[in-house]
């Protein structure tokens, strides 16, 4: 399958071929239909990629201060082959996903195969998510309104937390493609809206939702503006979904507030505000956090545990099926977002397009083809010779940090035969697959277990699957290293000396 991804290292976007990734107990495999380009996200990581260090320094100064911490315990060479490895690897882009359920992890209830649905999946022909990160698609839905779904639960989440009531007056600062999705929200709370950018074309397109607008570039004044829209009286609240190093935008936001007005942040901006303009009229200044509550949470995401609905009624996953019902209701238009569309193989023209103004939604389409068979194998020894078998042929089960920073080099070094490299997504793995020399790049472990053709396994992956892995490879027959811990509990460990004893192994 393809896919798309940034390398920060070398600047580039590529569209690459990867083995389909796994289906995790609590997740389900979606073969994609559309995808959204997020145009704000997803530009800044791209020329966050193609700037020099010194430039991706001063984007990130928390991340120079991580380093600086690194280099007082480890040392300059250890920081440096650190911060190397770090940027060498490359991360998916997107995250606006619509397609058809082709497998259920064993834990899954709530999904079938056929499905259809969105997801906060990347830009490929497949993707795994967890099943908290998806939602079905009602049957009046198009794929590429859906794919819609993910950006707009930003923008209802922003909405959310600042609580609008029939009849306020809000405004929106920053009219792109999540300030126009979340005008439609506020709109339909049944609020007034004002609207505040530097394009007129993005205002003119508010204006057809029914919001009035203020176009900064022709020198009109934004605070004087939200003053007149309100009567002088202030406005209830303002939602900043603007991407600007300016602080700006805040100071507007807190001018243009009533005595206890609301501020939300969604977009990124400045830090700089003063605490007399929020604090002379007790304004509330909160930041979103992406789609709502669950997010980061490792329980939520990846191990499928919803929070109550009696206590949290609004999660992520509940914000995007709100979402996909204003859709089907015809609330909420996504059509008069759509700047482009190509075709998924043309992804990399399609990325040449965002960084003009014109850019707004840009639909990746994708050709589904639900009878083609699911390839988690790839190999990635085209082109040149494989190596010759020895007295080892090794299998890597994880391609993390201490992977590719330790391991990976130093089998590298020696004369042992790389057979297959394996990773849950399957991006890693190929990756440092390609860059040590191995033959094959997997995302099924078991398969890599079960090959004949290898007979010692190394496991990297995370502590809590160690003893799962090694009994497994223990049961076929297979020489095994294992990363510490070997279990993380009684339990596991009688599991591992049980498979060795069973194993005659040594």
């Known amino acids: 399958m393809k896919k798309i991804i940034q390398n920060f290292k070398t600047g580039e976007t590529s569209l690459v071929e990867l083995p389909a990734p796994a289906c995790s107990e609590y997740s389900v495999l979606i073969e994609t239909k559309a995808t959204l380009i997020s145009i704000g996200t997803e530009r800044m990581l791209i020329e966050f990629g193609k700037g020099n260090l010194i430039e991706k320094a001063r984007q990130q100064p928390d991340k120079v201060k991580q380093v600086l911490q690194k280099v007082k315990t480890d040392g300059v060479a250890a920081t440096v082959t650190s911060v190397q490895s770090k940027l060498d690897q490359p991360i998916a882009l997107g995250y606006c996903n619509a397609g058809i359920v082709r497998e259920v992890g064993a834990a899954v209830t709530d999904f079938a195969v056929g499905d259809r649905v969105v997801s906060n999946g990347g830009h490929a022909e497949f993707v795994s998510v967890a099943t908290n990160l998806c939602a079905k698609i009602p049957d009046n839905v198009s794929d590429e309104e859906a794919c819609f779904t993910v950006a707009a639960a930003i923008g209802l989440q922003g909405v959310r937390l600042a609580e609008p009531t029939l009849g306020e007056q809000f405004v929106v600062i920053g009219l792109g493609l999540i300030g126009l999705l979340t005008t439609q929200l506020l709109l339909a709370n049944g609020c007034e809206v004002l609207g505040v950018d530097f394009d007129q074309s993005k205002c003119d397109i508010a204006q057809r939702f029914g919001a009035k607008t203020v176009c900064a570039a022709d020198g009109s004044n ?91 009624r609004w999660t992520e996953q509940r914000n995007f099926e709100a979402i996909l019902q204003l859709m089907s209701s015809q609330s909420i238009d996504t059509a008069a977002l759509i700047s482009h569309r190509y075709d998924f193989e043309q992804a990399l023209e399609a990325y040449d397009q965002i960084s003009g103004p014109e850019a707004l939604g840009v639909v990746l389409q994708y050709t589904a083809n639900t009878n083609e068979p699911i390839n988690r194998v790839l190999d990635i020894a085209a082109g040149r010779p494989t190596a010759s078998v020895g007295a080892a042929s090794v299998g890597v089960i994880g391609a993390g940090n201490f992977s590719s920073q330790v391991l990976l080099p130093a089998l590298a070094s020696t004369k042992a035969r790389l057979h297959t490299l394996a990773s849950e997504e399957g991006l890693s793995s190929t990756h440092h697959g390609r860059k040590h020399g191995f033959e094959y790049t997997t995302t099924d472990k078991n398969a890599l277990i079960s090959n004949p053709g290898i007979n010692t396994v190394f496991i990297t992956t995370r502590h809590g699957n160690h003893a799962e892995l090694v009994s497994s490879a223990l049961a076929a027959g297979k020489n095994v290293f294992v990363e510490k811990p070997l279990a993380i509990n009684q339990q596991q460990l009688d599991q591992v000396r049980a498979a060795l004893d069973a194993s005659n192994n040594e």
């Not at 303002?238 to 977009?267: D, F, W, Y």
């Not at 956090?289 to 949290?312: K, N």
């Open 222 to 312: 934004p605070v004087s503006a939200a003053k007149q829209f309100s009567d002088h009286k202030g406005v209830d609240g303002v939602i900043i979904t603007a991407s600007t190093k300016s602080s700006e935008p805040l100071s507007h936001a807190a001018n243009m507030c009533r005595q206890r007005g609301r501020v939300v942040l969604i977009g990124v901006i400045g830090n700089e505000w003063s605490r007399a303009d929020f604090y002379e009229k007790e304004i509330s200044l909160q930041v979103s956090c992406s789609y709502g509550p669950g997010r980061y949470d490792l329980a939520y995401e990846e191990l499928g545990q919803d929070y109550p609905r009696g206590f949290v």
